[in-house]
């Protein structure tokens, strides 16, 4: 307990933007790694929706994907943690420039964040039926594939033949994108398209551990709603977040100087 009261006030923004350098830079050592201990594809069995679109192809469990349900035990535990520390395209999303959210009138419908539920629904459907063409919208397929499209890497994970070429290609342009949306909204890509995203927020439902707002101590000063990455802290939900769009990153609790955000488990009756 003397270990925890003294490291209590530390700040969360260091440790999740070194746990996200670190898996980003983990990712990219992968893709030139040739030894056998760890697999080269680890980020792709760690994708539960790599993992289930696989398997529905396949028609049978695939032990590889396995690692897919490491991922969605962190969501069922604390809401879309892959999302906010560990997804390698996340992380570049927070290091490129980033408008901040509007906390009077959002500027972006909040119905466009339906937008990754039907590319996550579209995707599942077309890999059971045999297609897979939107798993090109899969964040980590993006990543890999602008890789193979310009670098070349003694063992890819996706083949360079010239029937992939097109693919790479359409991935780096794909990610150039969204890069370039991020100026239009912070991580705009997680909150309206990202399929994966979708996955994980449908699984986030459950989470254990969510945001919420102590009202007693609130002090409406709306620093949680502007500094929120994915713009889920809303007024209107005294200032409580959507678990199904939460990505755990806790900078709410970093930014509020009341101390009134919270992440735990919610009690039956709000905090007084």
């Known amino acids: 307990?003397?270990?925890?009261?003294?490291?209590?006030?530390?700040?969360?923004?260091?440790?999740?933007?070194?746990?996200?350098?670190?898996?980003?830079?983990?990712?990219?050592?992968?893709l030139f790694y040739i030894g056998r201990v760890l697999p080269h594809d680890l980020y792709f069995r760690?994708?539960?929706?790599?993992?289930?679109?696989?398997?529905?192809?396949?028609?049978?469990?695939?032990?590889?994907?396995?690692?897919?349900?490491?991922?969605?035990?962190?969501?069922?535990?604390g809401g879309r943690v892959w999302c906010g520390w560990l997804c390698p395209l996340g992380t570049l999303l927070d290091a490129v420039p980033a408008r901040k959210n509007n906390t009077y009138k959002p500027e972006v419908p909040e119905a466009w964040r339906k937008v990754k539920y039907y590319l996550l629904t579209g995707t599942v459907l077309?890999?059971?039926?045999?297609?897979?063409?939107?798993?090109?919208?899969?964040?980590?397929?993006?990543?890999?594939?602008?890789?193979t499209a310009f670098i070349p890497l003694e063992r890819n994970v996706i083949a360079t033949e010239t029937g992939y070429t097109v693919f790479n290609i359409m991935s780096a342009v794909i990610l150039a994108a969204i890069l370039i949306l991020n100026a239009v909204r912070m991580r705009f890509w997680c909150r309206y398209l990202c399929p994966l995203g979708g996955l994980l927020g449908?699984?986030?439902?459950?989470?254990?551990?969510?945001?919420?707002?102590?009202?007693?101590?609130?002090q409406s000063c709306h620093r949680c709603m502007t500094?929120?990455?994915?713009?889920?802290?809303?007024?209107?939900?005294?200032?409580?977040?959507?678990?199904?769009?939460?990505?755990?990153?806790?900078?709410?609790?970093?930014?509020?100087?009341?101390?009134?955000?919270?992440?735990?488990?919610?009690?039956?009756?709000?905090?007084?």
């Open 1 to 30: 307990m003397g270990i925890i009261r003294r490291y209590r006030h530390i700040k969360y923004w260091p440790l999740r933007r070194g746990i996200q350098i670190l898996s980003l830079a983990f990712f990219v050592y992968l």
């Open 46 to 77: 760690l994708d539960p929706l790599t993992g289930i679109s696989a398997m529905l192809g396949e028609r049978r469990w695939l032990p590889e994907f396995a690692w897919g349900l490491i991922v969605l035990a962190l969501a069922v535990l």
């Open 126 to 147: 077309l890999v059971a039926v045999g297609g897979g063409a939107l798993l090109i919208l899969d964040p980590v397929t993006i990543l890999y594939r602008t890789f």
């Open 202 to 218: 449908l699984v986030s439902k459950l989470a254990f551990r969510q945001h919420w707002v102590k009202e007693s101590v609130c």
């Open 227 to 272: 500094y929120c990455p994915t713009g889920t802290i809303q007024q209107s939900r005294r200032y409580a977040s959507d678990p199904d769009e939460c990505i755990s990153c806790l900078i709410c609790k970093d930014v509020c100087p009341a101390k009134a955000a919270q992440f735990s488990r919610k009690p039956k009756l709000n905090a007084k």
